[in-house]
């Protein structure tokens, strides 16, 4: 196993227990961070285990961060249907 997968791992697991945590702000502060965070990691994963494994690992991050995916979505339908 690669030290990108390790990180990637360490990431989610980041990621799970910040979620588990209260938050006043419905975690959008640690989402950002986590967005910050993952997407070097996600060009890491992606350059050292090939394309494929960093789609898998891009799906794994959208579901964990499945509110800003959503809400991106939302947006950029809004954008192209002006």
Do not use: C
């Not at 996600?42 to 789609?55: A, K, R, S």
């Amino acid at each position: 196993m690669t030290y990108s997968l390790i990180a990637a791992f360490l990431w989610f697991i980041l990621a799970n227990v910040a979620a588990l945590v209260p938050s006043r702000d419905n975690h959008w502060s640690r989402a950002y961070v986590l967005i910050a965070v993952g997407v070097p990691i996600l060009g890491w994963v992606t350059y050292e285990n090939g394309p494929f494994i960093g789609l898998v690992v891009l799906a794994a991050g959208a579901s964990v961060l499945r509110w800003p995916v959503i809400y991106l979505g939302r947006w950029l339908r809004r954008k192209v249907a002006r």
